[in-house]
Each structure stands twice: as C-alpha cells, then as structure tokens.
C-alpha cells in the first residue's frame, strides 16, 4: 500500500492527514498556533510552524494507523504572501509577517510607480498592487528593518520554511513565486528590473535558489527531519504551494472554464483559461502556476471566515452556530435593511485597496445577533460577486462554482453564495481541498500519476450540488446595488 502526508498551513492552525491512492483520509490531527493581531499587522512565529508540523503529523499517521514505512511522499499547502526572514542556518531573525498584513500599502504604490512590465498581473499594469505581496513586505523590511534585511539570507515564505527544515534545501514553489513574486516562467524568471527600480536588487540574491514546480520532488528527508516524524529519509518531500492554489487541485477544477472558491479566514476565486487575461481589477494572469499550459485568473477577498471569528471574540464566544444558523435561516435576504461591508482586514479586488474597512449599515435597535451574523455571510457573498463581475468584464465567466474549505460546512452560507452570485455552487465529496491537492501532488511526486489531471481523476471525486433560489436572487440582485455604493461612498470618509 502507498499512503501519504499531507499538511495544511493555515492562519489558524497547521492541520496534517494521511491518504490513500484513492484519495481517502484516514487520519488528521490539527493543531492551532498563535496569531498575533494589530491594526493593519498579523504575524506568527515560524518555530510554531514547525513543531506543529511534527505534532500534526505524528497525530495523523497515529490515527490512520498506517506503518509509516509504507508513507512514500509528503506534500503540503501553506498560507502564500506569509514572509519569513532567515539567517543562515535558516533560523527566523524576525516574526513572520502574514498574508494578510498591510502594511506595506507605501512600498505597494512605489512598486507600480516603476511602471515595470511584470505589474500587468496587476490590473493589466493599472495596479494597485497589494501590500500583501512579498516585493512590497521585502522592502518595507528593507526600509524600516535594515538591519534585519542586511542580516537575512533568505527572505522567502511559509512553504519554503517548512521545505528547508525537511529536506535542507532552498527551494521556492513556482505557485507562490508566480502568484505573489512577479515571477514570470515564460518571460525570463524573476522580475530583475522591477527590483533594480526599488534599490532592491540584492533580494534577488536572497530568494531560494531553485524554482519547483508544484508535483516535482524537491529531495528527501534529512535524517533529523526523518528521526522527528517517525518517517524514513526515503520519503519523498514533493513541491506544493499556496493554499487556495493547491486547492484548486483538490477540487478537480483544472479544465478552462472552470471556476474554484476556497474559503477559510480569506476567499480565493480562482478561473482557468487557456489563453492570457489581463485587466484592470483582476489579478494574473499567471502562466504555468498549478497546471502546465495554462493560465489561473485569481480574484480574493481578505477577510471572510476571519469577520466570523471576529463576530465570535467580540461576543465572547464560542458562538452557538447551530442557534444562529436556525435564526439567520428564517429571515429575509437583506437582514432588515443590514449591510456588511466586507473590508475588515482592507480589499484584496477588484479595489485592492489596503486601507478600505469593514462596515455595518444600517443597524437598527430591532437588530439582533443573528441579524449581524447573517449580513456578514451576505456581505461576503456581495464582495465574491463583485470579483465575479470583474472577471466577466475581463473576459472569463463561470457557469458554476466549485466551493472548499470552511464555508461548506454551513449549508446557509453556501445558499447565500449561490443566490447571491446567480450561480450554481459546487461541492466535491471531500471539502479538504488544500490537503486533497496535496495528496494529488504527492501521488504525482511519488510516481503513480503520469499528470497532475489522472491524479484528479483518481483522487478527486464529485459531491453535491446547491441551485440558486430564483426569488433570492431577485432580492440580492437589488440589495447589491447598495452594497456596490458603500465602497465610494466610505472610501471618502476613510481617506
């Protein structure tokens, strides 16, 4: 029998598990770590990562009950934009500044006023960039951390962290180094102009030495890594990549035309195509990224299952879902007249705008819990639309929605992001994505798929499907002209 690990690098927490050939879990063990929240900054420990990655891992094989000689390759997604200085021994010299941090948004718009060729991922060079993306945060560190900057030898990301502690090698992913590097495969690699216009040439020196592309063997276990698993330095350590990305895998949208979702503290839309699209609020398109001799278009919202927490600390939680599911399930689309403004960690797109923020409006003294709770699952239901209609001006329109991660475990949520969309939503039997693309990704490293696309057909395997609920949409359709207004409109009041 062949199995493999897997794990799942999340904001939250590091969650590892175990599969079979057929795409089967047999064992997961999650285990959460520290994040640590300020306005407009997020970071986390990187030494967390990796003794979660061990407990993780040794809870999943235990539970799988597998004989870990029989573990053939290991494949992980993490969090992407997570940056991570490292002196030479591949020690941290900072905290991680997470994906979500922005506060790199000066050194963002000095990267598109270079006017560099590589920004036409970025709203077909019209911008804005994110500060979310490493070239802003590695010269925000540059500026305000020199000495940090000087004393780093690789500035590189959570994937890459983990790559290094199992196998000893620098590796970056080709998925995290075209989604959020301005590395460009087919147009000469790194963007070395785009750096030599910010003073920040020697970056490039900093990066990892080698791009591998997702379902490549990076090398073996160490025999440290190897003695700390339990695992033999025969595993093989395959490339994967960014979360959402991975995911995509998971989820068997691979062909052009299709359509991913993944949701979890964030939402990530994601379209593949066969040919190039580049326009102004749309990120990418980025060539070879997930699958060979294609193209992903991505779209992303920053806060999503993270305004749920949120909800959650501000009450004092945990909150009771199960009550608030059956109250917010009674009431009518619109909450009463409540609209949520999604923006509570800025907007990724179509604004990308780093200092928008969330709002509610609206609120009466007749509003309750459930009321709020349902017009934040609205109002990031209205922010998916307004990427998909960004995407369907660029040229690329999706008929149905394949959906992972958090959201599918409310069938509210998933109703409300069909209805609010106009499309039908679609979930694959295991909603795991990021772990299922990386098992995809392990069982190719491993030999036993000649492609990334028979693995998905082996691994991957279809679930249900959630129509959209035609008066709904009638109603949405008028409450999202309302929402579409609140980003002008605070955009004057917040700037």
């Given at each position: 029998?062949?199995?493999f690990?897997?794990?799942?690098g999340g ?21 959460p ?8 900054r ?24 597998v ?37 790199a ?5 000095a990267?598109l ?7 036409k991922?970025?709203?077909a ?30 500035i590189?990301?959570?994937?890459d ?7 000893g ?14 590395y ?5 690699g790194w ?14 020196e ?9 379902g ?25 990549g ?7 895998i ?21 379209g ?11 990120w ?27 909800l ?16 917010a399930?009674?009431?009518?689309p ?32 007749g ?10 699952m ?5 922010g998916?639309?307004?990427?998909l ?10 008929t149905?929605?394949?959906?992972g ?17 106009g499309?039908?939503v679609?979930?694959p039997?295991?909603?795991d ?50 929402y ?12």
């Amino acid at each position: 029998m062949a199995y493999f690990l897997t794990a799942d690098g999340g904001t939250e927490s590091l969650r590892a598990r175990v599969y079979d050939l057929a795409g089967g879990c047999l064992g997961t063990c999650a285990v959460p770590y520290k994040t640590d929240f300020k306005p407009g900054r997020v970071e986390q420990n990187p030494e967390d990562w990796w003794s979660n990655f061990i407990t993780a891992a040794r809870g999943a094989i235990r539970e799988a009950g597998v004989d870990p000689a029989q573990i053939e390759a290991i494949c992980y997604a993490t969090t992407c934009c997570t940056v991570v200085a490292l002196d030479d021994n591949g020690r941290p010299l900072r905290p991680a500044i997470m994906w979500m941090d922005v506060r790199a948004h000066d050194e963002a718009q000095a990267v598109l006023d270079t006017g560099d060729a590589a920004l036409k991922l970025n709203g077909a060079g019209q911008g804005p960039v994110s500060a979310e993306w490493m070239i802003p945060k590695a010269l925000w560190l540059k500026r305000n951390e020199p000495e940090v900057f000087a004393k780093a030898h690789r500035i590189c990301e959570y994937q890459d962290f983990i790559t290094h502690r199992l196998t000893g090698e620098w590796a970056a992913s080709l998925d995290n180094a075209g989604l959020r590097w301005h590395y460009r495969s087919r147009e000469g690699g790194w963007a070395s102009s785009l750096l030599a216009a910010l003073d920040l040439s020697e970056l490039e020196e900093k990066w990892p030495d080698r791009v591998v592309a997702p379902g490549d063997v990076v090398g073996t276990l160490t025999a440290a890594a190897a003695n700390e698993l339990g695992l033999s330095t025969k595993v093989k350590v395959v490339q994967g990549g960014a979360d959402a990305l991975i995911g995509m895998i998971g989820l068997g949208v691979y062909k052009p035309g299709q359509l991913a979702m993944i949701t979890g503290s964030s939402h990530l839309q994601f379209g593949v195509t066969k040919a190039p699209i580049h326009a102004p609020g749309v990120w990418g398109s980025y060539a070879d990224i997930v699958y060979p001799d294609r193209y992903i278009v991505e779209g992303g919202q920053t806060s999503t299952g993270s305004i749920i927490n949120w909800l959650s600390r501000l009450t004092g939680g945990p909150l009771d879902f199960d009550e608030l599911n059956r109250k917010a399930l009674a009431l009518e689309p619109g909450c009463e007249g409540l609209i949520v403004q999604d923006h509570f960690q800025g907007n990724r797109t179509p604004h990308t705008d780093p200092l928008s923020r969330g709002a509610l409006v609206g609120l009466t003294l007749g509003h309750e819990l459930h009321h709020i709770f349902r017009a934040v699952m609205e109002g990031i239901g209205f922010g998916t639309r307004s990427i998909l209609e960004a995407f369907k001006s660029a040229g690329y329109e999706g008929t149905e929605m394949t959906v992972g991660g958090g959201a599918t475990a409310s069938d509210l949520w998933l109703q409300i992001h069909a209805d609010t969309a106009g499309i039908p939503v679609r979930v694959p039997a295991s909603p795991d994505a990021p772990s299922t693309g990386s098992a995809v990704l392990a069982g190719v490293g491993a030999g036993h798929f000649a492609t990334i696309d028979e693995g998905i057909g082996e691994m991957v395997h279809e679930g249900r499907l959630i129509e959209p609920i035609a008066a709904n949409v009638a109603q949405y359709d008028e409450i999202y002209t309302r929402y579409a207004a609140l980003y002008p409109a605070l955009k004057k009041v917040l700037s």
